[in-house]
């Protein structure tokens, strides 16, 4: 099993999130853009590309794989939808890592049906983001995830940086955070408080 680039893994609403977390030692970041137009998501796809290649980190883009493709970004990861309208062979031709987010058994069988790199489980606490239709999964689902799914398992939904030890301790390949830095009052020694606990 290939290990992640870092077991931090941030989830950053734009560009300049990511240049932020990747000043203060990120390696592994998510770009999760929601604006609907495509030319600002590609704006911010080439500014964080521009950043993380400077720092040699690695960007991972949410959802766009055809721009991810495009512009050469090393990953991309898909929700259940927009994995059902992707081509996961042009992904794997033009050489991008793929993850894939998953919320019960049904869904982690069609992730593992394209043999992604990593496959993200969440919500494992209860999340403050979204109000989601699945109930916190809990590390008791997170371990028989990280058994049955042969390669990378991100947890990712109300962690902090005390239970991202207890995710990996139970044997995710990396812990995935948004609330945490983005409302913190002081997001860079948060960030350094999750760099110390992930390492």
Not at 37 to 58: D, K
Not at 99 to 122: I, K, M, N, R, W
Not at 132 to 161: E, F, H, Y
């Amino acid at each position: 099993m290939t290990p992640l680039p870092s077991r931090f893994y941030p989830v950053m609403p734009d560009a300049a999130w990511v240049g932020r977390v990747v000043r203060a030692g990120a390696r592994f970041v998510q770009l999760r853009v929601k604006d609907p137009s495509l030319a600002n998501v590609r704006r911010e796809v080439t500014e964080a590309l521009a950043t993380t290649r400077a720092a040699g980190a690695s960007l991972v883009v949410n959802d766009h794989w055809e721009l991810a493709i495009e512009l050469g970004a090393p990953w991309v990861h898909l929700g259940q939808e927009d994995l059902a309208k992707a081509d996961p062979a042009a992904i794997a031709e033009a050489g991008v890592a793929l993850g894939v987010s998953t919320h019960d058994g049904a869904e982690l069988d069609t992730a593992l049906a394209v043999d992604p790199d990593y496959v993200a489980l969440g919500p494992i606490w209860a999340t403050k983001l979204k109000k989601m239709k699945w109930a916190p999964q809990g590390l008791d689902t997170l371990r028989d995830w990280v058994a049955r799914a042969g390669r990378p398992v991100v947890a990712i939904g109300g962690l902090t940086p005390e239970r991202a030890r207890l995710v990996l301790e139970a044997g995710a390949g990396a812990a995935a955070v948004v609330t945490d830095l983005v409302m913190a009052d002081e997001p860079e020694a948060q960030i350094a408080r999750w760099i110390a606990c992930t390492r």
